[in-house]
């Protein structure tokens, strides 16, 4: 979906300036332990954990739902909250020069149903990685803050 129309507006007026935004990160797991990972589209950056921000009058674990549907055609099962972070981590500077810093409430959860595929407006690709392998992949600088801080990455 990208910039919700209440950010654009704020966006309007503080420019490129850092704002705080709540937002969610969901470290979904297959049936075989796997983690789904995504590329986002336009960044090389390296992989990332699924998410998005809390839109108004949604509650977290709604935003993660929907973010999950809408970037990876996947339905997710009851998500179990793991930890909020913040801080220098998980501060982003977006291509078009939009600085973020989030406050991310990261949940876990396993598939309840759909078909895993990118939806190319966010999400350019998505694969599934066993916790073994993430040491050894690209992850971008807040995924790997995220999967260390929740004892996903072991490094």
């Known amino acids: 979906m990208g910039i919700s129309a209440h950010l654009a507006r704020l966006r309007t007026m503080i420019g490129h300036e850092l704002i705080q935004l709540p ?11 796997r983690l789904l990972l995504v590329r986002h589209a336009g960044h090389r950056e390296g992989w990332a954990v699924p998410g998005g921000a809390v839109e108004i009058g949604e509650s977290p ?13 996947l ?13 220098a981590d998980f501060e982003v500077t977006y291509p078009n020069g939009d ?13 309840a149903g ?15 990685f066993a916790p073994l392998q993430l040491a050894e992949i690209e992850l971008n600088r807040f995924a790997r803050a995220l999967l260390r801080a929740t004892g996903h990455l072991r490094e």
């Open 23 to 33: 937002s969610v990160a969901v470290v979904v797991v297959d049936g075989h332990g």
């Open 61 to 73: 674990v709604q935003a993660a739902a929907r973010e999950i549907h809408e970037e990876t055609g």
């Open 75 to 87: 339905r997710i099962g009851e998500p179990r909250l793991l930890d909020v972070l913040g801080g």
């Open 99 to 111: 600085r973020v810093a989030y406050v991310t409430a990261v949940y876990q959860a396993g598939v």
């Open 114 to 128: 759909g078909t895993p595929a990118p939806d190319q407006e966010e999400i350019s690709e998505l694969g599934w």
